[in-house]
């Protein structure tokens, strides 16, 4: 049976980490939710970069928009064009959210990476940008900031749909799940039901091993240990957090919210592209199946896994041999924080300068096409 399907016998959801126009326009997304039980879509800046400025497949799209509307800037095209995507993408998935009463079928759309250390602007743009894709199979995506943790409590409360991202820390993921239980406690107090909002938290997997095996390589001259740990913290990493949200939706406080008619916030796995050869091109999936997740997979890890995966359980295995590797990097010198810190910030600036190289290419675009029409003219 397809590796892929066979996930969700093991209650883990798979999502596709890639949008693009001609995903939508060839039949290939709706091919890939009937042959592999896809359940979901997400994006990012890089992804629509990629997508927009890489192809001229939104061309034509992009001088409608140009030629129907008033004079917008590079950030008012690209939401013109996206939110075109996420609701195509959101049409074809939402049998999977009917389905699945609500719990998968969803696309996630970003607000603006300019905006992490905002908090009424994060909330501004994702109230707006919820209100204009108009689909109650969107996720909004915002990122697990200091600033955005507020931005995100704030916006369950109002009962909009969010996708924390960037999350690399257990620590930060604490703070996420807590802001998570006081949204929807809020909720009820303001006599609001609490049912149909979901919410998944992605917690960021391979760039921990990336940084970390930096760290750890210098060391394994001098102390073998340093060997041992390398492309194991991630997944490490992984599995206590995976603890913690077992232990938190399984405690009386969320038993109450679940009784009024809450989801759980799943943990979702991003980043899970291995990045290193010398590591199985699978890991970041095999290594992380367990009930109530999801895993967000790009496109070449979606092809290997489904050609070679093998699931089964493995999340809930090894938790005491993931606390005792974790706990190894303290005494080979290594600040797995002050790692994660720097990984949410390194992110925050990747996915900025990707959204402003996205913005100057559909200017760079838009002026081409006005030129043209101009010389046509």
Known sequence: MNPLRRLQDFGQSIWYDNIQRGMLHTGELARLIHEDGLRGITSNPTIF?????GSNDYDDSLAKWLYTATRQDGRALFFNLAIEDIQGAADLLRPVYDETQ???GYVSLEVSPDLAYDVEATIAEAERLYDRVNRPNLMIKVPATREGVLAFENLVSKGININVTLLFSVGRYKEVLEAYLMALETRLRQGQKIDGI??????????VDSAVDKLLEKQRANNPAAAQLQGRIAIANAKLAYAWYQRVCNSPRF????????????????STGTKNPDYSDVLYLDELIGPDTVNTVPPATYVAYKDHGH?????????AEAEQQVAMLKT????????????????????ANSFANLLNGITAKADMLRSSRRAVG
Do not use: N
């Open 49 to 53: 970069e990629k997508a927009i400025t």
């Open 102 to 104: 609500c719990r998968d």
């Open 198 to 207: 979901a919410s998944v938290a992605s917690f960021f997997v391979s760039r």
């Open 255 to 270: 038993e109450s919210l679940r009784q009024a008619g809450a989801a759980t916030q799943r943990l979702l796995w991003a």
């Open 311 to 319: 699931p089964r359980t493995t999340l809930t295995e090894g938790l």
């Open 332 to 351: 080979l010198g290594i600040d797995l924080e002050a790692v994660t810190k720097q990984l949410e910030d390194e992110g925050v600036q990747s996915f």
